[in-house]
């Protein structure tokens, strides 16, 4: 049974910083790509980083430059970096493992349970 235990969220001011963290367990996780969605309040969940099995990185547009992706095959741990934060960046963050296909990334871990991470203005 896959298990994703995301942490190290909270609340933060704007321009300050947060690094998220992602435990996961019963996957084959040094074969897997790897993303972290957001679902800001009232609006849908949308992919804003992923990471390839080859350490390729993609990021949403308006998260550029401020955010990193990484993943520690050693640790089974996926991690989110984030800098610079916006009060447009509050959401209830999931990270997922996948796989991309066709140049799409497609989770297929399931979801963990969020972490909640909101800046303030």
């Known amino acids: 049974q896959v298990k994703l235990v995301e942490s190290g969220g909270g609340l933060v001011q704007a321009g300050e910083s947060l690094t998220l963290s992602c435990g996961v367990s019963?996957?084959?996780?040094?074969?897997?790509?790897a993303g972290w969605y957001r679902q800001p309040p009232g609006k849908e969940r949308e992919l804003v980083a992923t990471?390839?099995?080859?350490?390729?990185?993609n990021y949403l547009d308006s998260v550029k430059g401020r955010f990193t992706i990484s993943k520690d095959n050693a640790k089974s741990t996926v991690f989110l970096e984030m800098n610079s934060l916006k009060p447009e960046d509050t959401g209830v963050y999931y990270c997922?493992?996948?796989?991309?296909?066709?140049?799409?990334?497609?989770?297929?871990?399931?979801w963990g349970q969020g972490i909640q991470v909101t800046v303030s203005s």
């Open positions: 997922t493992l996948g796989s991309f296909i066709g140049g799409g990334y497609y989770p297929n871990s399931g």
């Open positions: 019963g996957y084959i996780f040094t074969s897997a790509a």
């Open positions: 990471i390839s099995r080859g350490g390729g990185t």
